[in-house]
């Protein structure tokens, strides 16, 4: 491991110590469940005490980069912007209109995802969305599950568009948007309607990721997130 003069004071050595650890871990080409040096290993070689490395651990392990567990070693994390899923999850407990600017967001983000997922989706992913469009069309009246199934489905998507980042942001953003799905279903029962609109918006979606046509797939997605926020904006009521 690399080893440069070190800033003075524990809260900056940690910092640094920390983001040499990081850097090792991209070094080696650490990956998920890989074990990083014990804490005396690290204490040695960075010149810093183990207390000083264990609050490195923790600012790694807050940011989702490590996994720290008893009496065992530390190991690399699946990357996750745990950060960004905080900061999402206060925005939207902090002001309840938020959710027109997440909608916002989707349309950006989805949108474009369609699009790419068009173009890179496999046989056996389009196979999985059709079991998940199935499952919804049995779960009828039971609005819990067809929110998971939403989830589901729109996540597949992205996945399928091959973009790490626009699938770390969707799954950063995931209790936001199950209160977001949860919220709207509310106000379509309320509203005396059914799912059926965005059970056929979802079938467009599919046929049209199958076609491989990626202006299209966008059409549809952004066709659906639109009437999404025609719903929470109410503007179907005016």
């Given at each position: 491991?690399?080893?440069?003069?070190?800033?003075?004071g524990r809260a900056l050595l940690g910092t640094r110590v920390a983001g040499l650890i990081t850097e090792h871990i991209r070094k080696e080409g650490l990956?998920?469940?890989?074990e990083l040096p014990s804490e005396a290993r690290l204490a040695e070689e960075y010149g810093v005490s183990q207390r000083v490395v264990r609050d490195a651990?923790?600012?790694?392990?807050?940011?989702?980069?490590?996994?720290?567990?008893?009496?065992?070693?530390?190991?690399?994390?699946?990357?996750?912007?745990?950060?960004?899923?905080?900061?999402?999850?206060?925005?939207?407990?902090?002001?309840?209109?938020?959710?027109?600017?997440?909608?916002?967001?989707?349309?950006?983000?989805?949108?474009?995802?369609?699009?790419?997922?068009?173009?890179?989706?496999?046989?056996?992913?389009?196979?999985?969305?059709?079991?998940?469009?199935?499952?919804?069309?049995?779960?009828?009246?039971?609005?819990?599950?067809?929110?998971?199934?939403?989830?589901?489905?729109?996540?597949?998507?992205?996945k399928a568009a091959r973009n790490r980042f626009f699938t770390a942001v969707l799954e950063a953003l995931s209790d936001v948007l199950a209160t977001e799905?949860?919220?709207?279903?509310?106000?379509?029962?309320?509203?005396?309607?059914?799912?059926?609109?965005?059970?056929?918006?979802?079938?467009?979606?599919?046929?049209?990721?199958?076609?491989?046509?990626?202006?299209?797939?966008?059409?549809?997605?952004?066709?659906?997130?639109?009437?999404?926020?025609?719903?929470?904006?109410?503007?179907?009521?005016?």
């Amino acid at each position: 491991m690399d080893t440069e003069a070190l800033p003075r004071g524990r809260a900056l050595l940690g910092t640094r110590v920390a983001g040499l650890i990081t850097e090792h871990i991209r070094k080696e080409g650490l990956a998920e469940g890989d074990e990083l040096p014990s804490e005396a290993r690290l204490a040695e070689e960075y010149g810093v005490s183990q207390r000083v490395v264990r609050d490195a651990f923790r600012a790694l392990s807050q940011q989702g980069v490590i996994r720290t567990r008893q009496g065992k070693r530390a190991v690399v994390s699946e990357l996750r912007p745990v950060a960004v899923h905080s900061y999402f999850r206060l925005a939207m407990e902090a002001d309840g209109s938020a959710i027109d600017e997440l909608v916002e967001m989707r349309l950006a983000l989805e949108t474009k995802a369609a699009g790419l997922a068009a173009t890179r989706i496999t046989e056996r992913e389009l196979e999985a969305l059709r079991g998940l469009l199935a499952e919804a069309d049995q779960a009828g009246a039971d609005l819990h599950r067809r929110v998971e199934l939403d989830l589901a489905f729109h996540l597949g998507i992205v996945k399928a568009a091959r973009n790490r980042f626009f699938t770390a942001v969707l799954e950063a953003l995931s209790d936001v948007l199950a209160t977001e799905r949860e919220k709207g279903k509310e106000l379509t029962e309320f509203l005396g309607e059914t799912h059926a609109e965005s059970d056929a918006e979802h079938q467009a979606l599919l046929l049209g990721l199958g076609t491989r046509d990626a202006a299209l797939a966008e059409q549809q997605m952004r066709t659906h997130l639109e009437r999404v926020q025609r719903t929470f904006r109410g503007d179907d009521l005016a």
